[in-house]
């Protein structure tokens, strides 16, 4: 897929670029710098920046299977971190909280 500037109707480069924080892939104009984003990319992005509050918490219900104690991803986070199944993460025990992070 092939990018022209709207400004100057340059061949965009494909680049990572940050948005609000998170990678995602981009068109860079080499000429002018001007920046387009990927729509798929940034759309679960602007998503979570319209969630109430601004802590961005979300809210999970833990369920059974079994024995076990599980609770699902939500949606929007599978989208913004783009996690599959087998990916791993790193539950961090403290007093007061646990702290999920990928790995
Ligand atoms: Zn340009």
Sequence with gaps: MKMYCWKCEKDMKKVKDDFHGFVVDAWKCPKCDE?????KS?????QYNKLKGVKKALTVTVGALGKSKIFRIPKIAEQLYGINKGEKFQFELESDRITIKMR
């Excluded at 920046?35 to 729509?39: K, P, T, V």
């Excluded at 940034?42 to 602007?46: E, G, K, V």
């Design 42 to 46: 940034i759309q679960p992005i602007l």
């Design 35 to 39: 920046i387009i984003y990927d729509e």
